[in-house]
């Protein structure tokens, strides 16, 4: 089969397009035949081993794993002699190690089926992305109806779920974007949209009981000026800056700040949990969510996608295709 592989840590030109063996389930595993998968942040940090944290776990000089992408869809080949939920032919979604592949294995609880209303390439757009935006909003903003939402990156990969998933809580929501993005902001559900090319929200009178923060593009004291008294603020992302600890530095700001306010200050990553996907399934199915796709490429184009997603303009979620040979 063929996939994408990288062997040391750099640019998007330690990638390689090749051929290699086509993996065999183990007895809780499925073995997926990929028709798309998506690109994350989490992808280029771990082909440029950057910041120098991941390679605790990555490996200090060199990939230990040699295969890229999460987010997966596609349908399964075969099974493992204890799965239950899946036979050959089901059409799933949900995350695995290697998605830059034409087959790869995902264990049993890391998929869900996918609703029929839904492509493979929308499928694939939705796992790490969504998760992160209904466990950051749900479970650490602990968002309400009613309540005064801000989504700072609202046009990004998470940011576009994060709208969605905060108008599905009942939520006023204020989307922050670029002015090519204000439209399509509007679009998916926002209620407010500022372009922060015009207006900088922290200097705003506005204030929000909850701000989910997907690119830390404010310090900690700028941001806390937006919120109220006892507000919330989530941040699941921001700027790679520090070549040691990147975007965790802010993280750990926060952190420490929180100690000393009344306002909720949370750092926070998404987990991989099988009844969170479902969430995210039914609100495919639903059609209360609905992913926005920038760009698609083809398998061997990874090294583009990655490239381009870097570039931090991305509208929504890049999208890998998949064409397996004998496809017409």
């Known amino acids: 089969m063929r996939a994408i592989t990288y062997t040391e840590y750099g640019p998007p030109d330690v990638l390689q397009f090749r051929e290699v063996g086509k993996p065999i389930p183990e007895d809780d ?34 990939p230990k794993a040699t295969r890229l992408g999460v987010d997966v869809a596609g349908q399964v080949e075969a099974v493992g002699k204890n799965v239950t939920h899946f036979e050959p032919g089901d059409e799933v979604f949900g995350a695995c190690k290697g998605a830059f592949a034409e087959y790869a294995c995902a264990s049993e609880g890391a998929l869900v089926p996918k609703p029929p209303n839904v492509t493979f390439e929308q499928a694939a757009a939705a796992p790490v992305a969504a998760l992160s935006a209904l466990q950051g909003l749900r479970d650490k903003g602990r968002i ?43 679009s998916i559900g926002a209620n407010h949209v500022v372009d922060y090319t015009q207006e900088d929200f922290t200097k705003s009178e506005r204030r929000y009981d909850l701000i989910f923060d997907s690119v830390g593009n404010h310090s900690l004291s700028e941001t806390r000026r937006a919120l109220t008294a006892e507000g919330t603020l989530v941040l699941a992302g921001g700027p790679d800056k520090g070549r040691w600890l990147g975007p965790l530095t802010g993280m750990l ?28 399934q039914q609100l495919l199915e639903a059609g209360r969510v609905a992913p926005v796709i920038d760009r698609s490429y083809p398998l061997r184009d990874v090294p583009a996608a990655i490239r381009y997603l870097e570039e931090g303009h991305a509208r929504g979620k890049v999208v890998i295709r998949m064409e397996h040979r004998g496809d017409t």
Not at 146 to 161: D, K, P
């Open 29 to 62: 595993e499925v073995l997926i035949s990929i028709r798309a998968a998506s690109v994350n942040p989490l992808d280029w940090h771990l082909m440029r081993g950057r910041p120098y944290i991941v390679r605790m776990q990555a490996g200090l000089r060199r």
């Open 253 to 280: 700001k926060a952190v420490v700040m929180s100690r000393f306010v009344s306002q909720k200050l949370l750092p926070f990553l998404a987990q991989l949990r099988k009844d969170d996907l479902i969430v995210v």
């Open 144 to 186: 309400r109806p009613g309540q005064r939402v801000l989504i700072n990156g609202a046009s990004g990969g998470v940011g576009t779920f994060a709208v969605q998933i905060a108008k599905s809580f009942g939520a006023e929501v204020t989307g922050v974007c670029s002015t090519r993005n204000v439209d399509m902001v509007g």
